[in-house]
């Protein structure tokens, strides 16, 4: 079922005014969740010759994990990515413990993926990073990493053993990692 930008901010207004105690309000999005989710239940539990019974068990239980979660769910965000996520997770695990191994395809739920807002993973907030990084660990992570080169070329560049390349490429990560954990505190 695909999703107009309408039908997605009433869901997020459904969903903001159950948080706030409208149950009417609640069973209203609960139902239009599970109209919109049976349809993609259907379709990726039919690829794995499941029956249509199996897949209202799976409606169900993306229902209950829905209302048990329903508290991680970001007000700011939109709640049809977010429903739909659960959704992929619980079909999933359905077809896991059905105990044969089946794709589930992301083209099912891609119409309800959020995109990454925009300036996430903005290469200059990498540069920015990289550049607290010593002059040699920078080169070896922009080489490396953002260039593509071999620890090869960068050893011969650098004068340096591949093995040295590689302890200081771990460390400059390690370190990257570090810096940006401190960034987001």
Do not use: C
């Not at 079922?1 to 207004?13: I, N, V």
């Not at 609640?26 to 239940?41: G, I, K, N, P, S």
């Not at 300036?119 to 490396?144: C, K, M, Y």
Request: charged share 30%; glycine share 6%.
């Amino acid at each position: 079922m695909s999703l107009t930008k309408g039908a997605r901010t009433g869901w997020d207004d459904m969903m903001r005014a159950a948080l706030a105690g409208d149950e009417a309000a609640y069973r209203r999005l609960l139902a239009e969740l599970a109209q919109a989710l049976r349809a993609t239940v259907r379709r990726t539990l039919a690829h794995a010759r499941r029956s249509e019974g199996d897949a209202e068990d799976v409606v169900q239980e993306i229902l209950l994990a829905v209302h048990l979660k329903r508290h991680t769910w970001d007000p700011r965000q939109p709640l049809a990515p977010w429903a739909f996520a659960v959704a992929r997770h619980k079909t999933i695990d359905a077809l896991r413990r059905a105990g044969r191994a089946t794709h589930v395809s992301i083209d099912d739920f891609v119409e309800n993926i959020a995109a990454p807002p925009e300036g996430a993973g903005d290469r200059s907030d990498v540069e920015r990073l990289i550049g607290r990084l010593d002059a040699r660990q920078s080169r070896i992570v922009r080489g490396v990493s953002l260039d593509g080169r071999s620890t090869k070329e960068m050893a011969d560049d650098l004068n340096m053993s591949e093995g040295a390349v590689r302890v200081a490429l771990h460390r400059a990560l390690k370190r990257l990692a570090a810096l940006y954990r401190s960034d987001g505190e």
